[in-house]
């Protein structure tokens, strides 16, 4: 991220933070973050643990707030974010569950004018990867009925599968991004345990511009101060 030119306005980091929610995982990630010159806004995913999450960041005020989850709106931009939390402790499978949904539809209500990008670990379409559709979003349906309702949506980008996939979903677009650590393999048959593969980490870019949209670029890096 340090060496894109111009500098992104912020990172966006899609969950799964570290791998078992330990406080000193969260350490090593939080003095890694503090070294970007831009905002970073984090969500969990199914390894996190949202208590060592928020306990890890002090200093990010968006997270101070969010109450029973880790969920918040950024207004500070062009391209207003809504971060969504699908963690279900002690699983991997995610969930939007009722309470979430109504948080979510409150949200996007109450600015529809206001392009908007939403962010959550787990993605609400079937990837195509049985491993990870056998782990999918419990509520996505319903969350889709949402998202048809409000035109404002740009894209919906999500974590977990550590693959670039994109799709068309209830009227906007919908992606999953690279991961900045390790790639998972592009495996249709099976539905068992995956290995990781010895692919560059990766990531997408994303560019505003009011008279043209979003766009998205999905970059590897060969390594060093990216
Ligand atoms: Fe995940």
Known sequence: MK??????????????????????????????????????????????????????????????????FVHYVVDDYPLRLIALDTLVPGRDKGELCQRRLAWLQARLAEAPQRPTLIFMHHPPFATGLPVFDNMSLRGSADMGEIIRQHPQIEAVICGHVHRSIHTRWNGTVACTAPSISFQYPMDMVGSGKIEPLKENPGGRLYIWQPDGGLIAHAFTSTGGNW
């Open 3 to 68: 060496a894109l030119r111009p500098a992104p306005d912020v990172v966006l980091a899609t969950g799964d933070l570290v791998n078992d929610g330990a406080p000193e995982q969260y350490a090593i990630v939080a003095q890694t973050l503090a070294t970007l010159p831009m905002p970073c806004y984090v969500i969990p995913g199914n390894h996190d643990d949202r208590e060592n999450l928020r306990r890890a960041f002090p200093d990010k005020p968006y997270l101070a707030d969010t109450g029973e």
